[in-house]
């Protein structure tokens, strides 16, 4: 019994934490329908500004708290609410997932820069350490009084703020709509600022309560983002009572877990189980969740990439492959170690391309995906084509069922459940013995395939890339065939999709179920290439890097998804070279995803623009100045199908597409 | 013989009641008008009749069965239709291409082994953008946009076509002809309901108009009759003239454009509760 009461106060502490967490994230969301996934992240931040302040500064606890909970929190709030994410909230889910995953990133980018992990042990101390309270048997510290105090607090401050405030009123109203209540002189921009204000505040405030208990460490600061909306949804994300209640049974339920799991045969192989309860909690509450209803009124047509024809893309896929094939025939094994593992990064962004550029689907857990697929083609054993096959395979059918939960929701819904999957498998199944265990390596074994041995680096690689040519070509494929036009309508109006008679739910799982698919093959291939892998390659966070990643190169081309793969491979690589810059890279990429995000098409889109630019701008410039050179504009053709992917009616049909009718295109018509 | 039955829907946002008691049929074959002043709660009933909105309590019924609760790809599948008054074209296709993938969808795996080019063209030329083909739907203008959802709706054969507004943005040439392919459609045997604030329109095509207000239905006839209605007239003039009183310029938004954004939030309240 008195150890039962133990684990009910250790729960009401963490659920209070839980609950202070959620309702900041609650108050953001419901006022700005930006849903910050980087809530957790500013936490951790000002968890160690706070440490700072507080042990390496030696101000007095009281001031730094001041300071951080008051002044630089509420100050970060509205930085992020009016410069990083202004409008985010009628835009698509894709993006603003996009943005504040980028806001994530570089607030760990951050911390490392900063607070390196190379340095002396940092740890919080609890308030008023040492003074213990004696309740019937129970021990209770007065760190967990507090939480539970400031936790009641907070929720009648803002019950006081929502109710009886002007302002709160004005907060509630622009939940309904933010256009109607400026209408009526609301400031929509004040109220939204102040949400972001409390709302960062609380994250601070959860992360300074939470980190003398849980350690002062990135990464897991970081996820209580997903503890916070696995209680922040059992309010639909805009209740605040049902958010207490979430928080409350999440952190007991997470405490008895805790407490009862060595008592359970078998426990040792759980070990990652009580991290996972908010994943599985949340899980739980996505399946329960009702029907989301069709969206209305979206945002219309997106300036798309070119999609090259399948004979251009052919002609393109085999001069990869000559490329490689010439250069990985004089290269040292560890560079082509690098090339083979760009590739296989550039197969899973891909799967992003399928997902996210033509679907307008965010998934947050890549890495598992391929996780999953490295694991199945080890196990397997069979260094052939139908191991890759069944890697393949088998990893669709964990994203279907990873995307059946949600298969009534919308994509908020799918890209926070594939963030819980890839914590899961992170936690639970990849440490598992079934996997790599603790750190302890898989062997994968070369494929042989039609006779021909694939066992030298070199070789491997050229196989690579002859797999990446050929799903390159499949996804070409699709976006030029009915299913991608099908997919397109789907992410222009979901609506309009669904009076015309089609069923999008088994569509959307067919879509997942084949970029989880697509994930997969990458990972087995990234496993025989390595030749041994452990479960450190595919941890969530390069997820989430290889998100960034994609925005910022592009993840409607091939082109951007090649160049991006690239760039996965090279950003480690580099930030091992500059240890001292590790974490401003992060930085760098977060910002360059936080300007780019918005335009699915990248910086690609923009280098394809640049022959029309230097033939519309560049050429009558030089062809006036020297006029001996034989320079023309470019001719315009009628944009038909099969000239779709030539670069001047691409570049005309961008220009013409984000408005700016230039005189050319009106010559083009 | 009644194709579409609404029955005592009632539709609630939050405490605001966008829909109350609507009672209405619709006839086969006929053009129906349902008319109202802004916010009488006319696209919340095409959103509740298609399946984007579910009802508080109701019922809606298609050839007798009741459809109340049948998912909105089932309802196209059984012969609903609909335009939108905010559009839904898809933006980033061509104009043909709109019409294709409507195609494509309602003829499912059949449509592999066919060529729907020709039925492209002639849905085109039915509704008169065939000039307009290959321009990318979110360029055109919005009255041609209106007509490319029409001839994206009926891709799929609908028996009941629902057009929300669908000659706003025409002028007055365009207005006309499009009056008479609504007949064309009801010659067809297809029965068309159609919410539109084009007085002359309205009154010339519908056989039968509805009038709905604050949710409820007040008055249903012949255009002739509904000229003629003294309840009609101030329903409508005392919106029409004088300035709207603030809590009925709240409703405009709750039935209107609450309805139409109301969904698009990724859960189905939008109220912050305490």
Redesign the interface.
């Known amino acids: 019994m008195t150890a039962f009461l133990s684990y009910t106060v250790i729960g009401l502490f963490t659920g209070a934490a839980y609950a202070i967490a959620a309702s900041g994230l ?1 108050l953001t969301y ?1 006022t700005t ?1 930006v849903f910050n996934i980087a809530h957790g992240a500013v936490g951790m931040v000002f968890a160690f500004v706070y440490w700072d302040l507080s042990q390496r500064q030696g101000l007095p606890v009281w001031l730094s708290l001041v300071l951080v909970l008051l002044v630089m929190a509420p100050l970060t709030g509205v930085f992020i609410q009016r410069v990083l994410t202004p409008g985010l909230g009628t835009a698509p ?1 894709g993006v603003s997932l996009v943005v504040t995953v980028a806001i994530l990133v570089g607030m760990i980018g951050i911390a490392t820069q900063i607070w390196p992990e190379n340095s002396a042990a940092r740890s919080i101390p609890q308030f008023f350490q040492g003074d213990l309270i004696h309740l019937g048997g129970v021990i209770v510290t007065p760190q967990q009084v507090i939480t539970i105090v400031i936790s009641a607090i907070v929720a009648g401050g803002l ?1 006081v703020l ?2 009886r405030t002007r302002v709160g009123t004005a ?2 109203a622009s ?3 933010a256009e ?1 209540l400026s209408l009526y002189g609301g400031r929509a921009n004040v109220v939204a600022a102040l949400a972001w204000a409390i709302g960062t505040s609380l994250a601070a405030l959860a992360g300074i309560l939470l980190a003398p208990i849980i350690g002062l460490q990135y990464y897991d600061l970081t996820l209580l983002v997903i503890s916070a909306y696995a209680a922040a949804m059992l ?8 958010t207490y209640v979430g928080a409350m049974g999440l952190g007991l339920a997470q405490s008895y877990v805790v407490g009862y799991l060595q008592d359970i045969p078998g426990h040792d192989k759980l070990g990652g189980l009580p991290a996972c309860v908010p994943a599985l909690f949340l899980f739980a509450i996505l399946v329960l ?2 029907q ?7 945002v ?5 990439a070119p999609v090259p024809t399948i004979k251009r893309s052919l002609v393109f896929g085999v001069l990869l492959v000559v490329g490689v094939i010439v250069m990985a025939s004089g290269m040292a094994d560890s560079t082509l170690t690098n090339v083979g593992t760009a590739i296989a990064y550039s197969i899973l962004m891909l799967s992003l391309v399928l997902l996210t550029g033509y679907g307008g689907f965010v998934s947050l857990a890549s890495f598992a995906f391929a996780g999953v697929g490295a694991v199945v083609y080890c196990k397997v054993d069979q260094p052939n084509l139908l191991g890759l096959i069944l890697a393949i395979v088998i990893t669709a059918i964990v994203g279907a069922i990873v995307a059946i939960p949600v298969l009534r ?5 799918l890209a926070l459940a594939t963030l819980a999957f890839g914590q899961l498998m992170d936690q639970l199944f990849f440490t598992s013995q079934w996997a790599f265990q603790f750190d302890n390596p898989l062997t994968a074994h070369r494929p042989s395939i039609f006779g021909f041995s694939f066992g030298r680096e070199g070789r491997y690689v050229d196989l690579m890339a002859v797999m990446l040519v050929l799903v390159a070509l499949v996804v070409i494929a699709i976006r030029r065939g ?1 299913l991608g ?2 997919l ?2 789907m ?3 979901q ?10 739910r088994w569509f959307r799982v067919g879509l997942f179920a084949g970029s989880a698919g697509i994930a997969g093959l990458s990972g087995a291939l990234l496993a025989g290439l390595r030749v041994t892998i452990s479960s450190s390659t595919f941890i969530y966070f390069n997820s989430l890097i290889l998100l960034m990643i994609a925005a910022v190169w592009g993840v409607t081309s091939i082109t951007g998804a090649v160049i991006g793969g690239a760039f996965m491979m090279y950003l480690p690589v580099a930030q091992s070279n500059y240890p001292t810059y590790a974490g401003l890279m992060f930085v760098v990429v977060a910002v360059g995803a936080v300007i780019l995000g918005r335009n699915p098409n990248g910086l690609t889109y923009w280098m394809f623009r640049v022959p029309g630019w230097i033939q519309d701008s560049l050429y009558p410039v030089l062809a006036d100045r020297y006029p001996g050179l034989a320079l023309k504009a470019r001719a315009f053709e ?3 199908e099969e000239d779709e992917a030539l670069v001047p009616v691409d570049a005309a ?1 961008a220009g ?2 984000s408005g700016e009718v230039t005189s050319d295109v009106v010559a083009s018509r | 013989m009644s194709l579409l039955h609404v029955d005592d829907v009632v539709v609630q946002f939050g405490g605001v009641t966008a829909v109350n008691h609507a009672n209405f049929e619709v006839d086969e074959g006929t053009v129906t008008g349902l008319i109202g002043p802004n916010g009488a709660g006319k696209t919340t009933c095409f959103n509740v009749i298609t399946g984007l909105q579910t009802p508080t309590s109701g019922r809606v019924s298609l050839d007798g069965r009741d459809i109340t609760r049948m998912p909105v790809h089932r309802r196209s599948r059984k012969g609903i239709g609909r335009t939108f008054q905010r559009l839904e074209a898809f933006g980033s296709l061509t104009v043909a291409d709109n019409v294709r993938v409507a195609l494509d969808i309602h003829d499912g795996f059949g449509g592999l082994f066919r060529s729907v080019d020709n039925d492209i063209d002639e849905m085109l030329e039915l509704v008169g953008i065939a000039d307009y083909a290959n321009e990318r739907a979110d360029s055109i203008p919005t009255g041609t946009a209106r007509l490319l959802e029409l001839a994206r709706s009926l891709a799929t054969d609908p028996r009941l076509l629902l057009l929300d507004e669908p000659s706003s943005g025409l002028d007055e040439s365009e207005t006309e002809a499009f009056g008479e392919l609504l007949r064309h459609l009801a010659g067809e045997g297809r029965t068309v309901l159609m919410v539109e604030h084009d007085m002359d329109l309205v009154m010339n095509v519908c056989d039968v108009i509805h009038v709905l207000d604050f949710g409820t239905i007040i008055a249903q006839g012949t255009p002739a009759e509904i000229r003629a209605n003294p309840v009609v007239q101030k329903a409508y003039l005392g919106y029409e003239d004088a300035p709207e009183p603030v809590g009925a310029h709240a409703r405009t938004d709750v039935g209107d454009s609450g309805s139409d954004s109301g969904p698009d939030s990724d859960d189905d309240t939008k109220v912050l509760a305490l």
Do not use: E, F, W
């Not at chain 1, 989301?292 to 979206?298: F, H, T, V, W, Y």
């Open positions: 609650v419901s329908r889910v019950y929502l109710a907060m509630r939940v309904d709509n109607l309010g639909k994300l805009t209740s605040l009572p049902m969740l009702p989301a209803p069709l969206r209305i009124g979206q219309k047509g997106i300036i798309s929701l919308t994509g908020l819904y009915r036009r099908m397109i309508a992410r222009d109006s609506a309009a999709c669904g009076t015309l008679g089609l069923d999008q009628v944009s038909g049909d013409h597409n």
